[in-house]
T-cell receptor, first 112, second 113 residues
Framework: GENVEQHPSTLSVQEGDSAVIKCTYS??????FPWYKQELGKGPQLIID?????GEKKDQRIAVTLNKTAKHFSLHITETQPEDSAVYFC???????????FGTGTRLQVTL | EAGVAQSPRYKIIEKRQSVAFWCNPI?????LYWYQQILGQGPKLLIQ????????DSQLPKDRFSAERLKGVDSTLKIQPAKLEDSAVYLC???????????FGSGTQLSVL
């Protein structure tokens, strides 16, 4: 089955700096790659997603890049703010979202 | 728009006891999922329903876990008997038909002592 690895497990940045989280996947048939943000005591919330026919996608301060050849994708957050502090999960799916395999998460802390 | 509702928020039981979790998805969402999230890990799919039919339960430990979705709306996940390793957050999610965007509830945190 699919295996998703995520790095780093923790990331601390100063407010205003950029943050980058990287994931690799094993199944070359995977074609859907969402990113979820999970705040303490809440369920994961979808923040951005990308499909395998697209190399990059942006939404305001967040962007995701995908390298199908290398089987890795990354989340980029620019101009980080304290409210960006949370656990971020990458995921990969083949065909439908029901087959989502999640990474192990990255705890991002944005310090003042 | 109301989100995915789950209850209870927390549950503490002893091993070998039974427990049940309830989920009410977003109105109109045909697909409902139950995920297990062990501390420090990403969510793992336990079961997926399309309306009131099971689409995928390949990772559900069927000897102790069961789930149902009556009338294609609310769903209940049950564990009987519970084991220590079942301690986790149980997340319910729903999605609209044909959509890959999952909306998660806040989860039920289960502690098995």
């Amino acid at each position: 089955g699919e295996n998703v690895e995520q790095h780093p497990s923790t990331l601390s940045v100063q407010e205003g700096d950029s943050a980058v989280i990287k994931c690799t996947y094993s199944d070359s048939a995977s074609n859907y790659f969402p990113w979820y943000k999970q705040e303490l005591g809440k369920g994961p919330q979808l923040i951005i997603d990308i499909r395998s026919n697209v190399g990059e996608k942006k939404d305001q301060r967040i962007a995701v890049t995908l390298n199908k050849t290398a089987k890795h994708f990354s989340l980029h957050i620019t101009e980080t703010q304290p409210e960006d502090s949370a656990v971020y999960f990458c995921a990969a799916a083949t065909g439908t979202a029901s087959k989502l395999t999640f990474g192990t998460g990255t705890r991002l802390q944005v310090t003042l | 728009e109301a989100g995915v509702a789950q209850s209870p928020r927390y549950k503490i039981i002893e091993k070998r006891q039974s427990v049940a979790f309830w989920c009410n998805p977003i109105s109109g969402h045909a697909t409902l999922y139950w995920y297990q999230q062990i501390l420090g890990q990403g969510p793992k799919l336990l079961i997926q329903f399309q309306n009131n039919g099971v689409v995928d339960d390949s990772q559900l430990p069927k000897d102790r876990f069961s789930a149902e979705r009556l009338k294609g709306v609310d769903s209940t996940l049950k564990i009987q008997p519970a084991k220590l390793e079942d301690s986790a957050v149980y997340l319910c999610a729903s999605s609209d038909r044909g959509s890959e965007k999952l909306f998660f509830g806040s989860g039920t945190q289960l502690s098995v002592l």
